[in-house]
DNA sequence: CTGCATCCTGAACGATACTG
DNA sequence: CAGTATCGTTCAGGATGCAG
């Protein structure tokens, strides 16, 4: 279960998986953008490769010019976008 | 939904939630044994009050000699327990 | 027995500058 | 545009010793 917590043990993955729930694929930029300004682009980078390596986003880079990289949620993404729901609903009744 | 995964922030925390479900109950002593020396008792104290202070558990000082002090589980720690099992289940279907 | 005070380490995250 | 490289700060948690 701890396994589980820490695949959102990171300051912004939970608002990642929130973002990219609502749209994918996102370009880095964009996902920077949404952020507006509050998260770096080293700290971002470092938590979609994360992700990414956890099964939770899948990362495409296009040869072009200027560069292009995409992120989408996996279906474990998903999976898991939906059990946060369901924590959030908890903590609506819980926490208020 | 991150203020509600704030109250398991703890490295700590998920296994008080399981032990005093468990039993309730339990003496400081007797938790800090279940760990087996793997959490010192400056931690263990930290995390048991901040605990306390999200209303998850109850502490009980009985004016002893020697000092014996119990903590129990509230309604709440039950309800956030339940959870925890419920995001366990996911891991078992997700990560394996 | 329980827990507070002090000091210390490591990991997470941010700030900034530089690159294909 | 989408990174990488370095450095600095913060903070959870551990080690140890003392106290009621």
Redesign the interface.
């Given at each position: 279960?701890?396994?589980?917590?820490d695949l959102?043990r990171g300051k912004w993955k939970?608002a990642l998986l929130y973002y990219l729930a609502e749209e994918s694929p996102r370009r880095f930029g964009t996902l920077l953008r949404l952020f507006g300004g509050l998260v770096t682009q080293h700290t971002l980078t470092q938590q979609l490769r994360e992700m990414e390596h956890d099964g939770l986003v899948t990362r495409v880079v296009y040869a072009e010019v200027p560069p292009r990289v995409e992120y989408s949620l996996t279906d474990?993404g998903y999976?898991?976008r939906a059990?946060?729901?369901?924590?959030?609903q908890?903590?609506e009744q819980?926490?208020g």
């Open positions: 279960m701890t396994n589980t917590l959102v939970p474990k999976s898991l059990l946060m729901e369901q924590i959030y908890w903590g819980h926490v």
